[in-house]
């Protein structure tokens, strides 16, 4: 099974950048799709972006649409988010997760592998 583990997290003022990384262990990285996932305090999970095994499928969420841009690295076993002008309300926990379908998904049920995840702190 495919472990995810986050890092890159930390603070940054708004329309600052910061760069995700999603290291997997434990299983074939290349066959699995992944997600980016974030949750805010009081506020229910939230889908962000999502990648099929291969790379040639990418989804975002309609808040980090133009701003945020996944991708990932086989070769590496890790994937990554991107995310560009950076605003307040994208503070959360970010969470990487893998799926045995190799097919991208925006439903956090589907996913059966998270990470612990890391914080992200945009400041006004």
């Known amino acids: 099974q495919v472990q995810p583990v986050e890092s890159g997290g930390g603070l940054v003022q708004a329309g600052g950048s910061l760069r995700l990384s999603c290291a997997a262990s434990?299983?074939?990285?290349?066959?699995?799709?992944l997600g980016w996932f974030r949750q805010a305090p009081g506020k229910e999970r939230e889908f962000v972006a999502t990648?099929?095994?291969?790379?040639?499928?990418?989804a975002y969420g309609d808040s980090v649409k133009g701003r945020f841009t996944m991708s990932r690295d086989n070769a590496k076993d890790t994937a990554y988010l991107q995310m560009d002008s950076l605003k307040p309300e994208d503070t959360a926990v970010y969470y990487c997760?893998?799926?045995?379908?190799?097919?991208?998904?925006?439903?956090?049920?589907?996913?059966?592998?998270w990470g612990q995840g890391t914080q992200v702190t945009v400041s006004s």
């Open positions: 997760a893998a799926t045995s379908m190799r097919s991208e998904s925006t439903s956090a049920p589907q996913y059966s592998y």
């Open positions: 990648i099929n095994w291969s790379g040639s499928n990418i």
């Open positions: 434990g299983g074939t990285f290349s066959k699995t799709s």
